[in-house]
């Protein structure tokens, strides 16, 4: 089993940054590929980026390309999302997710998820 805590949300204004971070913890996290969703009030949940186990390949949702940044550190367990020029509809609750060995962008594949942070862009 793996556990995910998610931190680093909060509310800030259009076009600032913000980091957030996923603390893993469990079976040997290092072997797991990671990945970021966003569900924003009424929508589904959707895919934001993933990170390849050994942090060597990335995938970006087109919306958010260019702006957001997957990265890892496995000596830490954790996993990071760098997110650049935030816009308003970027708002949404951010979740960390985890699945062994192969990375996905699709949510079903994904059997290990955090309780997710709020994120809230104000224009």
């Known amino acids: 089993q793996v556990q995910l805590v998610e931190s680093g949300g909060g509310l800030v204004q259009a076009g600032d940054s913000l980091r957030l971070s996923c603390a893993a913890s469990g079976r040997t996290v290092s072997l797991y590929a990671m990945a970021w969703f966003r569900q924003a009030p009424g929508k589904e949940r959707e895919f934001v980026a993933s990170?390849?186990?050994?942090?060597?390949?990335?995938s970006y949702a087109d919306s958010v390309k260019g702006r957001f940044t997957a990265s890892r550190d496995n000596a830490r367990n954790t996993v990071h999302l760098q997110m650049n020029r935030l816009k308003p509809e970027d708002t949404a609750v951010y979740y960390c997710a985890a699945r062994y060995y192969y990375a996905s962008t699709k949510r079903v594949d994904y059997n290990h998820w955090g309780q997710g942070t709020q994120v809230t862009v104000s224009a």
């Open positions: 990170i390849s186990f050994s942090g060597d390949t990335t």
